[in-house]
């Protein structure tokens, strides 16, 4: 990895997980979400939680509760849980009309911090753009629900 892009990195690991999760979290109501990665990897193949639990595991990543409405997106809309993946979902979402201020700060910093990915994020955009909007999910309720239904809401 080049110097430049481990410093971009290291940027957006900072901006997302010191700066922006904590700040969502402090200010973003959230759902009672009581199931803990043993109760989603018990769950029945093709449910989301099942799903998101395995993902987790292979990626070896924490399950967040107040971070699950969010991993719950990249699991549906099949996007990876890493910089690339998190940018191109965040223009996924600005196509798809989701102004909220996670989405353009997002994207804004991706925009600047990543010139040579912005052909994808245009791709994305306009894919989000085509997509039916994309609903207001509980992930309390969601984790319960066959993935492939929920896809529906996306042109993946």
Not at 41 to 60: F, N, P, R, S
Not at 113 to 122: G, Q, R
Not at 134 to 148: G, H, L, Q, S, Y
Request: hydrophobic share 45%.
């Amino acid at each position: 990895m080049s110097k430049l892009k481990k410093v971009r990195s290291l940027l957006l690991e900072l901006l997302t997980h010191n700066i922006a999760l904590p700040l969502i979290l402090a200010f973003r109501k959230q759902t009672d979400f009581t199931y803990t990665m043993d109760d989603l990897l018990k769950l029945d193949e093709q449910l989301l939680g099942k799903e998101l639990a395995l993902y987790l595991q292979k990626k070896d990543l924490k399950l967040i509760p107040g971070y699950v409405k969010h991993d719950c997106k990249h699991i549906i809309l099949g996007y990876e849980m890493d910089e690339t993946g998190e940018a191109a979902m965040q223009f996924y979402f600005l196509g798809n009309r989701h102004y909220s201020i996670p989405v353009i700060m997002t994207t804004v910093f991706c925009f600047l911090l990543m010139p040579e990915k912005w052909k994808m994020f245009l791709y994305e955009f306009k894919k989000g753009r085509a997509a039916p909007a994309f609903p207001d999910i509980n992930p309390v309720e969601a984790v319960k629900m066959r993935t492939n239904q929920l896809r529906m809401f996306s042109t993946y």
